[in-house]
């Protein structure tokens, strides 16, 4: 009978001995917050990118068609060149390769019927300082109705408007949280302000 009560006994102080025991309880609490801790740190840094970069976008698409709605007749090659590498230039410090701007001039004629005039598209090759002119994409070719995605308030009989559209494909830094890449993108309307309508390459021949 002592046997047994010496054995509960030291069955009872060895268990109370290790319930009290806490040297290793910080690591095992590391252990458990730390993945939690990791997930917010990253999800922080790359949700931040992202609404910071969305943010870029938007001011790029307003300035690239306020600067060009600006124009006082006719734009060159060299114009809209500079206007594109001024405006993509805001998304520094994140990558401007990563960003693609087409710039359009629409007419509304008397029936309300918009038509691209003519379309210009650039980016900035990663390292370069100025943006390259390129081909805007088909759906932008001269002669194209745009009439559906012009909002009902901007169509206005026998009037131009000056339309920007940027994208900006946003990719994670370490794919943490976000685990795939991200298109943005904003659009900006905006009216010339000096003229009726701004020519580029001959078109349109009067306003």
């Known amino acids: ?29 590391f252990a458990m917050i730390v ?26 698409a307003r300035t690239l068609s306020d600067l060009t709605s600006q124009s006082a007749g006719t734009v060159t090659d060299s114009n809209l ?3 594109f590498t001024a405006s993509i ?24 019927i918009a038509t691209i ?15 390259t002119l ?16 012009i909002p009902p308030a901007l169509l206005v009989p026998s009037t131009y408007l000056i339309l920007s559209e940027v994208s900006y494909t946003y990719q994670p830094s370490v794919h943490y949280v976000l685990k795939t890449d991200i298109p943005l993108s904003d659009v900006s309307y905006t009216r010339p302000r000096q003229v009726t309508c701004v020519v580029y390459g001959g078109v349109p021949t009067s306003c």
């Open 81 to 83: 060149q500079n206007t």
């Open 134 to 149: 390129t081909t805007p994409p088909p759906s932008r070719t001269p002669g194209t109705k745009v009439t559906s995605m």
């Open 117 to 131: 005039q003519w379309s210009k598209a650039a980016t900035i090759a990663s390292g370069a300082t100025q943006a």
């Open 1 to 29: 009978m002592q046997a047994i009560v010496k054995k509960l006994r030291a069955g009872r102080s060895s268990a109370g001995e290790f319930l009290a025991d806490s040297r290793a309880l910080a690591a095992t609490e």
């Open 89 to 112: 230039s805001i998304v520094t410090p994140y990558d401007a390769s990563l960003v693609n701007a087409t710039l359009s001039q629409i007419y509304i004629d008397t029936n309300s």
């Open 35 to 60: 993945p939690l801790m990791l997930v917010m740190f990253f999800g922080t840094v790359e949700l931040s990118s992202a609404v910071a970069i969305d943010r870029k976008v938007t001011l790029i």
